[in-house]
């Protein structure tokens, strides 16, 4: 049978064209189901305080960069949604007296907005290269801090880009997810082309790599409620984003659910289908099924219930 039109962008793939099934059964999912989800490969976790969920999430960046060496530099790629987590970052950083720029410590943007073809400057109000440099690393001690170029961003030579996840081990890349399902800007495809009847297959999907991005209308409204207030016209429609093929070159692949970037049903969806292997390019996140090590971090307060309350 035909996959149906998305109820949310008929010219678009998102999680409405699924199986409804599936839809269903992850709708039924309690917070006690989502910690049975965990197995090889994918485990998931529950923190109680909003303290704990983003002193993990920073501890993470710790984690990365203490396995640094000159000779052997190791880094983290960060999102920009969560953000609570950066200036956390910075205080453990100082408080530990940790020299990044001694140990070779890096750093990666996942992504940036683009606007008339060329990414934003960190002057643009929604720059994420800005938001990372207020939050963190302008607040280090300059003796600690890490040096500009182990600071990679998504904002030139995206070949090079690309390039130094093959030259710098990624031992976390750490995301949140989006109302459409996505980590970074990997957002589903237009329903055009040779994608008209179906989305693309996990594996073309999973060799794309970093590029230029049109935004699906979900994340462009996703986008003006989190980080505009509502205006719509403030948020570009285009992106760069790192792609799965980086993704797949970093050795953890962390996702962070504090509860305000995706709903309740959202939350237990990619848990779901990443948990049973359902890999369908239209839930971006669920093809995380095939990653090796990915992690799902939740927020108690933020996981909600999936159930009709009128408002």
């Given at each position: 049978?035909?996959?149906?039109?998305?109820?949310?962008?008929?010219?678009?793939?998102?999680?409405?064209?699924?199986?409804?099934?599936?839809?269903?059964?992850?709708?039924?999912?309690?917070?006690?189901?989502?910690?049975?989800?965990?197995?090889?490969?994918?485990?998931?976790?529950?923190?109680?305080?909003?303290?704990?969920?983003?002193?993990a999430?920073?501890?993470?960046?710790l984690?990365?960069?203490?396995?640094?060496t000159?000779?052997?530099?190791?880094?983290?790629?960060?999102?920009?949604?969560?953000?609570?987590?950066?200036?956390?970052?910075?205080?453990?950083?100082?408080?530990l007296?940790?020299?990044?720029?001694?140990?070779?410590?890096?750093?990666?943007?996942?992504?940036?907005?683009l606007?008339?073809?060329?990414p934003?400057?960190?002057?643009?109000?929604?720059?994420?290269?800005?938001?990372?440099?207020?939050?963190?690393?302008?607040?280090?001690?300059?003796?600690?801090?890490?040096?500009?170029?182990?600071?990679?961003?998504?904002?030139?030579?995206?070949?090079?880009?690309?390039?130094?996840?093959?030259?710098?081990?990624?031992?976390i890349?750490?995301?949140?997810?989006?109302?459409?399902?996505?980590?970074?800007?990997?957002d589903?495809?237009?329903?055009?082309?040779?994608?008209?009847?179906?989305?693309?297959?996990?594996?073309?999907?999973?060799?794309?790599?970093?590029?230029?991005?049109?935004?699906?209308?979900?994340?462009?409204?996703?986008?003006?409620?989190?980080?505009?207030?509502g205006?719509?016209?403030?948020?570009?429609?285009?992106?760069?984003?790192?792609?799965?093929?980086?993704?797949?070159k970093?050795?953890?692949?962390?996702?962070?659910?504090p509860?305000?970037?995706?709903?309740?049903?959202?939350?237990?969806?990619?848990?779901?289908?990443?948990?049973?292997?359902?890999?369908?390019?239209?839930?971006p996140?669920?093809?995380?099924?095939?990653?090796?090590?990915?992690?799902?971090?939740?927020?108690?307060?933020?996981?909600?219930?999936?159930?009709?309350?009128?408002?």
């Amino acid at each position: 049978m035909p996959r149906p039109l998305s109820k949310l962008a008929p010219g678009w793939w998102d999680y409405t064209t699924l199986d409804p099934e599936i839809l269903q059964d992850a709708a039924r999912l309690t917070a006690d189901d989502l910690l049975q989800l965990s197995r090889p490969g994918f485990s998931v976790r529950i923190f109680d305080t909003p303290q704990e969920f983003y002193s993990a999430q920073a501890l993470e960046y710790l984690e990365a960069w203490t396995q640094s060496t000159p000779d052997n530099p190791v880094g983290i790629c960060g999102p920009i949604g969560p953000t609570e987590q950066l200036p956390i970052v910075a205080a453990m950083v100082n408080a530990l007296g940790i020299n990044l720029g001694r140990l070779g410590a890096c750093f990666w943007g996942m992504d940036e907005w683009l606007e008339n073809g060329v990414p934003v400057s960190p002057e643009h109000p929604l720059s994420f290269a800005r938001c990372d440099n207020e939050l963190c690393f302008d607040r280090m001690d300059p003796k600690l801090a890490l040096p500009d170029a182990n600071k990679f961003f998504p904002t030139g030579d995206l070949e090079a880009f690309s390039g130094s996840f093959d030259r710098v081990r990624c031992a976390i890349m750490q995301g949140g997810q989006g109302e459409i399902k996505h980590w970074a800007f990997n957002d589903p495809l237009p329903r055009e082309g040779e994608w008209r009847d179906a989305p693309p297959p996990p594996e073309v999907f999973r060799n794309l790599g970093t590029r230029i991005v049109k935004l699906h209308p979900v994340t462009i409204m996703q986008n003006a409620r989190t980080s505009g207030g509502g205006n719509v016209a403030l948020v570009p429609t285009d992106a760069v984003t790192v792609g799965p093929r980086e993704t797949w070159k970093s050795d953890c692949v962390s996702i962070w659910h504090p509860g305000h970037h995706d709903n309740p049903f959202g939350i237990r969806l990619s848990a779901l289908m990443i948990s049973k292997k359902i890999a369908d390019s239209s839930v971006p996140m669920s093809l995380l099924a095939d990653h090796p090590n990915v992690r799902f971090s939740y927020l108690r307060s933020g996981i909600g219930t999936v159930a009709v309350e009128m408002h």
